[in-house]
């Protein structure tokens, strides 16, 4: 039996394209899932997972639609392996039943960690050349130091309680906790 496996990471992704590519792939039945990639519960996964049977195919649309992270896809694909299962990844043209789509499934998958490694070192760069102008990550102080220092008094005070400074200041009660 040949199962489908297709993820997007968003509510507002549509899975039509995958769903196309798996049917034309002629898999019998297709587990659905919208769930980011990282969070590492994916409840139709571990469906899919269980319900593979020796000598089954278990077919996505790309690699990074299984696996959370390269070591993640490896892990997936090895225990498919030891489960008599084969691994068929459409765009990448990865067939795991062969020598050769085993020997290409481990090239692509580590030049998807080596891209995601460089996307992740260009934007840690990115943020240091910010810092060093000068740019400060994060959201905007909602107090500035002289509004912050009249909270401090007024909460020194204890005569007002917090829900009354919060409604004076503006904000909320854990940010003046925060202060």
Avoid at 107 to 136: C, D, M
């Amino acid at each position: 039996m040949k199962i489908g496996y297709a993820r997007v990471s968003t509510i507002d992704q549509n899975l039509d394209l995958q769903n196309d590519a798996l049917k034309k792939l002629g898999c019998d039945h297709i587990y659905e899932e919208k769930a980011s990639g990282k969070t590492k519960e994916r409840p139709e996964l571990t469906h899919c997972l269980k319900s593979l049977r020796p000598g089954d195919t278990l077919a996505v649309w790309r690699l990074d639609r299984l696996g959370r992270s390269l070591q993640d896809l490896i892990t997936i694909v090895k225990n498919l392996e030891a489960l008599g299962v084969a691994f068929v990844s459409v765009t990448e043209s990865i067939d795991t039943s062969t020598a050769t789509g085993k020997l290409m499934f481990h090239v692509f998958g580590a030049l998807a960690e080596f891209e995601r490694n460089l996307i992740q070192e260009r934007t840690q760069a990115g943020l240091t050349a910010a810092r060093a102008r000068g740019s400060v990550g994060g959201r905007k102080a909602v107090l500035d130091d002289k509004q912050r220092a009249q909270a401090k008094a007024m909460m020194a005070d204890k005569s007002l309680s917090v829900g009354d400074i919060a409604k004076t200041m503006g904000v909320s009660r854990s940010t003046l906790y925060r202060i």
